[in-house]
């Protein structure tokens, strides 16, 4: 029963995630989009697009680990990708985030969530590198569907998203490259992105 409770308390806790707001919108540019939806969305993201991760990679895994990427933002809150002053404390936030929240969890359990975490983090394993580059693909996604909401907002440049986007550019499957570059290139053209 004691591991119950605190399994529950786990899941009780991280519905907090659904207030943790991020700077992109939804596709519909009535809101900004929550954690909670970004990791869902990053989920099917793997689901749908597991054709295109490299040979041999446990989606499964992947899956698990875009629905527990940023449990820690709940303490730590979410760093823009483009604020350089936030991710100069960025990983500090994030590890005293890590001990708070996965030790809510039966011990085992919270080493192993909190081990998806870090590998996410470390970006070594196609899982990491494949969850990551997912993590980049969907803000380009919804950037682009709302004619470049938080690019706009923030000026961000092609060369800024290029740049964020190594991950996509360096690893990604061919077809996904193409995909997202024309993205990024169209974006450009219809003025939602600066060149």
């Known amino acids: 029963m004691e591991k119950l409770k605190k399994q529950m308390s786990f899941l009780i806790e991280i519905d907090k995630l659904?207030?943790?707001f991020r700077q992109s919108l939804i596709s519909d540019k009535s809101r900004n989009e929550n954690d909670a939806e970004h990791s869902w969305h990053m989920a099917m993201y793997a689901t749908i697009l597991e054709e295109y991760a490299p040979k041999?990679?446990?989606?499964?895994?992947?899956?698990?680990?875009?629905?527990?990427?940023?449990?820690?933002?709940?303490?730590?809150g979410d760093t823009f990708?483009?604020?350089?002053?936030?991710?100069k404390s960025k990983e500090k936030r994030e590890k005293e985030a890590a001990e708070k929240v996965y030790s809510i969890l039966p011990s085992e359990?919270?080493?192993?969530?909190?081990?998806?975490?870090?590998e996410f983090e470390?970006?070594?394993?196609?899982?990491?590198?494949?969850?990551a580059t997912l993590?980049?693909?969907?803000?380009i996604i919804l950037n682009y569907l709302t004619e470049g909401g938080t690019w706009k907002k923030h000026n961000v440049t092609k060369e800024m998203v290029l740049k964020k986007g190594y991950l996509i550019?360096?690893?990604?499957d061919e077809r996904l490259k193409k995909f997202v570059l024309n993205i990024i290139n169209?974006?450009?053209?219809?003025?939602y992105l600066l060149p």
Request: glycine share 4%.
């Open 18 to 20: 659904k207030n943790v």
């Open 56 to 76: 041999g990679t446990n989606i499964l895994k992947v899956i698990k680990m875009a629905l527990v990427h940023d449990i820690i933002e709940i303490y730590a």
């Open 81 to 87: 990708l483009y604020d350089e002053e936030m991710t």
């Open 109 to 118: 359990q919270g080493k192993e969530i909190k081990s998806l975490w870090e």
């Open 122 to 131: 470390q970006k070594k394993t196609n899982e990491a590198i494949f969850c």
């Open 135 to 139: 993590d980049r693909i969907q803000p």
């Open 169 to 172: 550019f360096e690893n990604a």
């Open 186 to 191: 169209e974006s450009v053209e219809k003025g």
